[in-house]
């Protein structure tokens, strides 16, 4: 990957469909989703397709899914698959991963392999999806490999559109997703490298009070138009937290395309605007350990 060939940083992707045609998402919990967001563009791309997409764009994408077997009964897209896949197109993916904490050890021995075998950089936790509290000391075992190895923890914050509108929001809890239960974790794991993923409404002032506070604790833009951050939100990521903020789409749900048009009229300062598109990300990405 070369870095000065890039535009920007997408931190946040999701694969949302295997090589067998299997989605991330049950049919209902994606369906709520689609409601939601208004359209995923009709059809879950590739990550093949992905990267083509990325590349046309002369940008890198980290990519993810969601592991949510515990709580939602639905098998996971392969970590190894989507490693694999982006390791296939590694002038423009960057592969995380995604493990259920409540796999416990057996979790946590999970991540090692990824990170050693397979080159993850990151994993994704979806607190709400996945049924359980960040600070939970369940999930320790895991976060201590994931520390250990310099790799990076994200964690959604925030409402979601899964399961919006399904009788019960399908099961799903939004009080796992409040990102004072993430600082826990920064405390608790001082070295550990943390995004604090979205806008993270109606938690703003706790998201970035954790971001001010915790010196690994960053934040990506994701799954918002920028036409629709909180004011609070561009304050600092102009300020306090320029050096913090994170260029993410939530693709599909929300292309690029349509997040950097809106971003275009955003007041952020020129300085600050390369930082949140890029160098943010690359300095965390590939930060000397």
């Not at 049919?27 to 689609?34: R, T």
């Not at 994408?61 to 590694?90: K, L, Q, W």
């Not at 050890?105 to 990170?115: F, P």
């Not at 399908?170 to 009080?175: T, Y």
């Amino acid at each position: 990957m070369n870095l000065a060939d890039l535009v920007a940083i997408d931190v946040h992707t999701h694969a949302e469909i295997s090589k067998d045609g299997r989605g991330s998402l049950s049919p209902e919990l994606f369906g709520a989703s689609e409601a939601y967001f208004g359209s995923h563009g009709n059809r879950r791309p590739t990550i093949p397709e992905m990267a083509a997409y990325y590349r046309e764009r002369r940008m890198a994408a980290v990519v993810f899914t969601v592991d949510a077997e515990h709580a939602t009964g639905h098998p996971r897209i392969s970590n190894e698959e989507i490693a694999e896949s982006c390791a296939e197109h590694a002038d423009v993916l960057i592969p995380f991963a995604s493990v259920d904490p409540w796999k416990g050890r057996a979790g946590a021995r999970e991540a090692r392999r990824l990170v050693e075998e397979y080159g993850v950089r990151g994993f994704k936790f979806h607190p709400s999806i996945q049924g359980f509290a960040p600070n939970d000391p369940m999930a320790y075992p895991l976060y201590e490999v994931i520390e250990e190895l310099g790799a990076i923890a994200l964690f959604h914050t925030g409402q979601t559109g899964i399961g919006a509108g399904v009788p019960g929001g399908g099961g799903i809890r939004l009080k796992h997703s409040n990102p004072m239960l993430v600082d826990d974790v920064a405390v608790d794991f001082p070295q550990l490298r943390i995004i604090l993923a979205h806008p993270s409404f109606p938690w703003q002032d706790e998201a970035l009070a954790v971001a001010t506070h915790k010196p690994y604790v960053y934040i990506d833009l994701s799954g918002w138009s920028p036409k629709y951050f909180p004011p609070q939100l561009v304050r600092y990521a102009n300020t306090l937290l320029k050096d913090k903020v994170l260029f993410g789409s939530d693709y599909p749900v929300i292309t690029p395309d349509r997040w950097l048009a809106d971003f275009d009229r955003l007041e952020i300062k020129p300085e600050v605007r390369s930082k949140i598109l890029k160098d943010n990300a690359a300095a965390l990405l590939w930060r000397k350990a």
